[in-house]
RNA sequence: CGGGGCGUGGCUCAGUCCGGUAGAGCGCUGCGUUCGGGACGCAGAGGUCCCCGGUUCAAAUCCGGGCGCCCCGACCA
């Protein structure tokens, strides 16, 4: 990879491909702490993308940002029993600062209700003050023994939402109404289909009630947890005395939810789209989403295509396109195309002086399912129309391919537990099966197949007939989801 | 925390076994020729060889110690 041409292909290895991906398209590079990596400026737009439609979304939703210290003291984390087991192996702690030992060490946050509830318990006081529906954007740090870019890191970005309410069905209603969000959010601008449903206990938030989630196929087969929703009940606000008093004038505890998505959004879009040339972004979260390739022989020339590829970017920002003009001299445009198609840039436009005199530009486009024309010339009038109709067309083709992809490697009714095991070796995806319910059996799955329970699925995802026995065979209460996942 | 690999110019690495003037390709800078699918010529810049200690006339290389990162597994968004 030392003159950046080849790639290694997904069939070969699919982790090298990966990284290699990462590195070449400049999304992201190592940092001198283990864990922790850098977020390059083309990769860092995509995230910003994400952020807006995600901040548009939950505005709409009636949430209002806000920012809670990175630091709490380690006292707060300890005041749910559950949640400090789960996030104590990997918390990160501040005991020194100041030139001195701190008298009690402070908790860079794996999550924030532990300093969110102390604070805004004092904001809520009566039924009136309630709904409380917060976002915040940050950073969380969890000590992780492994790590990858994107997927998981020590240092993340997110979106944290923290909401409070007055009953168990609005809480509930809110915690469902936000994994809708998430997964409107995955299929229309990630172009990445999911299965929403419920986690299993093993894989609930520690100290929530109910913890939903978006499943997502790679393409290697392997599933990603794409978003989370918590239902906390009242654990929270038992935990932080957060109390309000109700219209007969009881005091009572509050309803918490909390939901976030973080950069591990980023990995997502990569293992759904990517192909062996490189990233393929679709349109909506594209840093540009069409790249001008201007092409001269001489200076003349260059004056007229630089010319005419002006017109034809200020035509298309005048459509709403994200556009950029590569302009760098000293490389030829071959070098360009690979470069773009690379960093997974949706259209291509060269324009040459054969096109100026046709008055026309050569479009081409990064994805091109069966049956459609990589390189099609268009008339140069009306460019930015014709572009944005085309750039929303790849946008929905994106998400029936990547359907397509996830359906193909779906397999529902496995009910033979040799059988599954053998599958899910050869070939991954997901598996509907039935379930007893069992954690053990759910453990002993995953010891020995790798295999966990994603999801149980919303009722629209479950199969007509719902396999009567589990993989154990003792009879299934309900169908799950199983994959390998990362 | 186990297993493996690696630390040498911006990147990928050779050189280490067998000590003796620090190298290659790519990238970068300048000039010129190129430019419709990964261009070429000439000139040039760029290095505490991860750190500390030891052996030696002499250490990237040998010895001791340390640190860091990557990859593969057990835990997790």
Redesign the pocket.
């Known amino acids: 990879?030392?003159?950046?041409?080849?790639l290694t292909s997904q069939s070969q290895d699919f982790?090298a491909w990966y990284?290699e991906v990462v590195q070449q398209a400049e999304l992201a590079s190592?940092s001198?702490?283990?864990?922790c990596m850098v977020i390059r400026p083309y990769g860092y737009r995509i995230w910003e993308l994400m952020q807006a439609a995600l901040d548009e979304m939950f505005k709409a939703t009636g949430h209002q940002n806000a920012y809670f210290p990175l630091f709490l003291p380690k006292s707060a984390l300890d005041r749910e029993a559950e949640h400090v087991e789960g996030f104590a192996?990997e918390t990160a702690m501040v005991t020194h600062a100041g030139g001195a030992v701190l008298e009690e060490p402070l908790v860079v946050r794996p999550t924030s209700e532990a300093i969110i509830w102390p604070i805004v318990r004092d904001w809520i006081h009566s039924y009136r003050d309630l709904p409380v529906l917060l976002n915040q954007w940050a950073n969380v740090v969890?000590w992780?023994?492994?790590?990858?870019p994107f997927l998981?890191?020590?240092e993340?970005l997110w979106q944290e939402g923290h909401t409070a309410h007055v009953s168990e069905e609005e809480a509930e209603a809110e915690t469902r109404r936000m994994l809708g969000v998430y997964r409107t959010f995955m299929e229309q601008w990630m172009a990445m289909p999911v299965i929403t449903g419920m986690q299993t206990d093993t894989?609930r938030?520690a100290g929530g009630l109910r913890t939903y989630g978006c499943e997502a196929l790679m393409k290697d087969n392997k599933a990603l947890?794409a978003g989370?929703s918590h239902n906390l009940g009242q654990n929270f606000a038992r935990a932080f005395d957060v109390r309000y008093q109700t219209e007969e004038g009881e005091h009572t505890y509050v309803w918490s939810t909390s939901w976030g998505v973080?950069?591990?959004l980023v990995g997502g879009l990569i293992m759904t789209h990517g192909d062996d040339e490189g990233l393929i972004i679709p349109p909506r979260l594209a840093p540009y989403e069409v790249v001008i390739v201007p092409?001269?022989?001489?200076d003349d020339q260059r004056a007229t295509v630089m010319e005419a590829g002006g017109s034809v970017r200020a035509d298309l920002e005048d459509a709403g396109v994200r556009v950029h003009v590569d302009d760098r001299?000293?490389m030829?445009?071959?070098?360009k195309?690979?470069?773009w198609?690379?960093r997974g840039v949706p259209l291509r436009l060269?324009i040459?002086?054969?096109?100026v005199k046709a008055d026309s530009v050569?479009v081409?486009r990064r994805f091109t399912p069966e049956g459609t024309d990589?390189?099609t010339p268009m008339p140069m009038a009306g460019v930015g129309s014709s572009l944005r109709t085309m750039l929303d067309g790849i946008q929905d083709e994106l998400f029936a391919a990547a359907t397509r992809r996830r359906d193909a490697a779906t397999i529902r009714g496995v009910e033979d537990y040799g059988e599954f095991q053998r599958l899910i070796a050869d070939q991954g995806g997901f598996f509907y099966t039935g379930w007893c319910g069992e954690g053990e059996c759910e453990k002993k799955v995953k010891e020995d197949t790798?295999a966990t329970i994603r999801v149980i699925p919303d009722e629209e995802f479950r199969s007509a007939e719902v396999p009567s026995l589990c993989l154990c065979g003792a009879r299934s209460v309900c169908e799950v989801v199983r994959a390998r996942a990362y």
Do not use: A, C, L
């Not at 001198?32 to 864990?35: S, Y």
């Not at 092409?295 to 001489?298: G, H, L, M, P, R």
């Open positions: 990879m030392s003159n950046g041409k080849g982790s990284n190592h001198p702490v283990r864990g192996p969890r992780e023994m492994r790590t990858r998981r890191t020590t993340f894989e938030f947890q989370t973080s950069t591990r092409i001269w022989k001489d001299e000293g030829n445009p071959g070098s195309y690979y470069d198609e690379r060269e040459g002086p054969r096109d050569m081409v990589r390189k790798k």
